[in-house]
């Protein structure tokens, strides 16, 4: 509150969540925020694209060795079904806070998936910041409840007329 006239201070209320790569910019779409959405969807399908490589490299490797053919199958359906699912996780974590000791139970799969995560980035950095949609949501009730709150409670009580 300012001291002269019992108005709600701008500075006060809820503040912004940051988002990983873009800061609060996802606020208002300033400061860069179209380029930093096109960095993270390239820096992504990048990341991806190596990462499909090194997987690669590890499955040749496996050729190499001489290792039977059940074995290299079975890596390769392990990381299809890992990274399905760490799509999958990833992307329902845009739209709802994941539960934390889910996402503790689920850190393995979520490490061996992660061309499943790099992905889902990709693809919603495509439309928004990933998980924008949720934080703005948040946000939005925050500063909702905020103002509910200071519309109440506004002005010196002190001052205040009695009834008589």
Known sequence: ??????????????????????????????????????????????????????????????????????????????????????????WESFRKRPDPERQASLRGLLAIGFVGSLLAYFFRSLTEAPGEKLHREEYETAREQYAKRTKRRSGNPSKKRRKS
């Not at 910019?25 to 399908?45: C, K, M, P």
């Not at 991806?48 to 359906?77: D, H, K, N, P, W």
């Open 1 to 90: 509150m300012s001291d002269d006239n019992g108005t709600p201070d701008p500075a006060a209320g809820p503040r912004p969540e940051p988002i990983r790569f873009f800061g609060t910019t996802w606020v208002e779409h300033s400061d860069g925020y179209g380029v930093r959405r096109i960095g993270v969807a390239v820096g992504s399908l990048a990341a991806a694209v190596g990462a499909c490589l090194v997987l690669r490299f590890a499955y040749e490797g496996l050729q190499i060795a001489a290792v039977e053919g059940l074995v290299s199958m079975l890596m390769t359906v392990m990381f299809a079904i890992c990274s399905a699912l760490a799509f999958r996780h990833t």
